[in-house]
Nanobody, 115 residues
């Protein structure tokens, strides 16, 4: 059964760091392109970062230099290291897996950046 277990979200002060994890069960993790998306209240869901099955990465301009996406195929887990967090990074962060046959979403984890 397909399941995404997202963790690592929470409340952090501006300038702080968080590390999100997305553990994947029920699909062949290594052949999927993966990504993190986020949705702030009243806004559309937007891409944060992606990592291909081969390890190539892509970032939204707003997070370049602050966030790092990675994956561990042995653990079937994707990560998002978030540094220098800003209030505008506050959102629900979603894990995403995609291949030509289809795509899948996690349920999301809340990240709140506030003093």
């Amino acid at each position: 059964q397909l399941q995404f277990v997202e963790s690592g979200g929470g409340l952090v002060q501006p300038g702080g760091s968080l590390r999100l994890s997305c553990a994947v069960f029920g699909l062949t993790f290594s052949i999927y392109n993966m990504g993190w998306y986020r949705q702030a209240p009243g806004k559309q869901r937007e891409l944060v970062a992606t990592i291909s099955s081969g390890g190539s990465t892509n970032y939204a301009d707003s997070v370049k230099g602050r966030f790092t996406i990675s994956r561990d195929s042995a653990k079937k887990t994707m990560y998002l290291q978030m540094n220098s967090l800003k209030p505008e990074d506050t959102a629900v962060y979603y894990c995403h897996a995609v291949r030509t046959v289809g795509d899948y979403w996690g349920h999301g984890t809340q990240v709140t950046v506030s003093s």
